[in-house]
């Protein structure tokens, strides 16, 4: 029986690991993490992140075989493969600050796996990493050569928040790149087995180590530049009055390129889209791919520019000033279906509107307001939340002109019209009174 550990039970490790369990009962899985609360929280009836569909999927199989722990040691020690999924920040400081992926945490663990192993493993890499990184844990790994043998994989994960449930069931493909050696093979057989379970056989892809390194990176930079080419679209839609949903739609009727990821929106946001571009970056600076880096780096500069023209929006509506206004912002994670706030558009919106004095009320449903105020960094503004979203007529609202600005477009625009409100909505016609007033200043 093959035994399975990860290192690191964040959004990647626990709903991957929890899949794996509930696909291959026979198969042992332990997910461990020295963040001893987040282990306590995963082995509790409130799971420490929310996606649809995860609480199930744990239920029915946490205590038969999946197991949450943060005795790291002991369970590495066990395992025949060690997924590692561990965070991956961006580095803040030294070489690369900005743009390169901080090992730190990859590191350590490897460390770790070197130290405790006592038999042959399989190491995996969960998280999303640097091209190559796979050289330098292998160096880690084999550093005080004990006879122990480690085969190095990389396995990226393509689930997106909100959706990772139904992601992790039905995968477009699996992809697992190895050493092309016959250890390295059986080593990549051993893990497509596991998937085997409930993956069809000719969607696990199989490559080199290099190529499913690159590949996980080339993914979210591509989906990422759609996001941005819709997005630049969109400004060009507002100048021109062009809709962005109708050019969207149309565009994506190509069968050579595809409905999906063509929403215009205020920008991306996420923990990995910005985070994998910068590094591409890097890595194209480091082999001195300068123009190559220079391409990339505009998907993350249109996606600055998509949020700051938003805000822009908003105060050279309402007078060129939203000082003292009341704004509510309803919706603070990257995208709905999360409770995560990592890198969402919405900090840089809400920082953008206090830093002109607006007064600012925000609700998320999957966000506490904790989490709101650490992300802002600041804890004196007022809070409240919306007792129902039925748009009141403005007629019923003290403060007349009233406004809405629609950063995802999932209002009716007309509708809202009709009943009186001024309304803005990303890429789509302007109204007339925001088409009328002179452009906002320069920031
Ligand atoms: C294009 C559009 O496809 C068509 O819809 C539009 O009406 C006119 O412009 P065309 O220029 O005839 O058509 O050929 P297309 O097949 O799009 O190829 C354009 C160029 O891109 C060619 O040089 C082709 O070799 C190149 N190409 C295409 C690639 O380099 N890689 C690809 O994956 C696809
Ligand atoms: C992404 C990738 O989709 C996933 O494959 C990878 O494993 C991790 O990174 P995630 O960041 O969870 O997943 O969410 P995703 O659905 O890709 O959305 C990212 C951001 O793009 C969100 O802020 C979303 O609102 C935005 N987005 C997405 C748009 O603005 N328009 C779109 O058409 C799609
Ligand atoms: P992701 O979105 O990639 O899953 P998260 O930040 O949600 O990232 O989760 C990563 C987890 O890895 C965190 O819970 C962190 O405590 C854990 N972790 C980091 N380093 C180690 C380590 N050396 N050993 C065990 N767990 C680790």
Redesign the pocket.
Known sequence: MVKICCIGAGYVGGPTMAMIAFKCPKIEVVVVDIAVARINAWNSDRLPIFEPGLDEVVKACRGRNLFFSADVEKHVAEADIVFVSVNTPTKTRGLGAGKAADLTYWESAARMIADVSKSDKIVVEKSTVPVKTAEAIEKILTHNNKGINFQILSNP???????AME?LAKPDRVLIGGRETPEGRKAVETLKAVYAHWVPEDQIITMNLWSAELSKLA??AI??Q??SS??AMSALCEATGADVAEVAYAVGKDSRIGP??????V???????QKDILNLVYICECNGLTEVANYWKQVVQINDYQKSRFVKRVVSSMFNTVSGKKIAILGFA??KD?GDTRE??AIDVCHGLLGDKAQLSVYDPQVTADQIMRDLAMNKFDWDHPQHLQPMSPTTTKQKPAFIFDG?NVINVEELRKIGFIVYSVGKPLDPWVKDLPAAPPS
């Open positions: 994960e393509f689930l997106a928040e909100g959706t992601d993914a979210n989906l990422a759609r996001i819709v997005n999906k990821f063509l929403n215009a929106s920008g991306f946001g996420g923990s990995c889209f990257f995208k999360t969402t558009a995802r």
